[in-house]
């Protein structure tokens, strides 16, 4: 596809279950970013990765949270045991790896929601 | 604390007219500021950019001005469309560690513009 893609668009989890956030990039971009928005504020970074390693996870709130990119370009977000304080938008982003800094270019995101 | 400032949650402007919106930021190793646009249910689209070695950067209707010293950039719509009625974020970043590219982002809370007919 020519943009960033996310499935599932929106996800209803009861507390304490497991949920798997998918993120296609845009083809080619080495870069991939995921953040999470809760209601009325800005995205918040969570973590980054350059092709398949993670360069920084220094955003995840907790080890309930893990992402991975194992080739390179598809990545998940996993969350365990969600809380009710997970609820919000997890965007996922992509840029090329430029000589500069580049604008990353945000899929649709996931709505998530623990009751 | 909040290294990235938009201290007005919303802001209304008639159709025609100059849009100003406003963002602060506290990290001085900043170097690159960028402008998205949000819909709703829709993710942020990158709507303009400037580096930290220019004060200011045009793009059709949008203008970005840096002001380094004060720590203080703005973004110009002129003339305001309805289409414009979304709220903008701010963002900037640090230089890379990894040598190149983009780093994670650090936003504001957004202004939600209006454009009145």
């Known amino acids: 596809g020519a943009g960033v893609s996310q499935s599932p668009r929106y996800k209803v989890a009861k507390r304490g279950q497991d949920v798997a956030l998918r993120c296609d990039p845009i083809?080619?971009?080495?870069?991939l970013f995921w953040y999470q928005q809760a209601l009325g504020q800005g995205p918040e970074f969570l973590t980054y990765?350059?092709?398949?390693?993670?360069?920084?996870k220094s955003g995840l709130p907790s080890d309930r949270f893990f992402a991975e990119r194992p080739e390179g370009s598809v990545s998940t977000l996993k969350i365990q045991r969600t809380q009710q304080e997970d609820s919000a938008v997890y965007l996922c982003a992509s840029s090329d790896l430029g000589p500069g800094n580049t604008e990353a270019f945000f899929g649709q995101g996931t709505r998530l929601t623990v009751v | 604390d909040q290294q990235v400032k938009q201290n007005s949650p919303s802001l209304s402007v008639q159709e025609g007219r100059i849009s100003i919106l406003n963002c602060d930021y506290t990290n001085s190793m900043f170097d690159y500021f960028l402008w998205y646009k949000k819909y709703p249910a829709e993710g942020p689209t990158f709507l303009i950019s400037?580096?930290?070695?220019?004060d200011k950067n045009e793009d059709g209707r949008f203008t970005v001005f840096l002001n380094k010293s004060a720590k203080h950039l703005s973004l110009h719509i002129v003339p305001s469309q309805p289409g414009d009625s979304a709220v903008y974020f701010c963002a900037a970043s640090a230089p890379s560690y990894s040598g190149g590219g983009a780093d994670g982002l650090t936003f504001g809370k957004g202004t939600h513009l209006i454009i009145q007919p």
């Open positions: 990765f350059q092709n398949e390693a993670q360069l920084d």
């Open positions: 083809s080619g971009h080495v870069s």
């Open positions: 400037i580096s930290s070695i220019k």
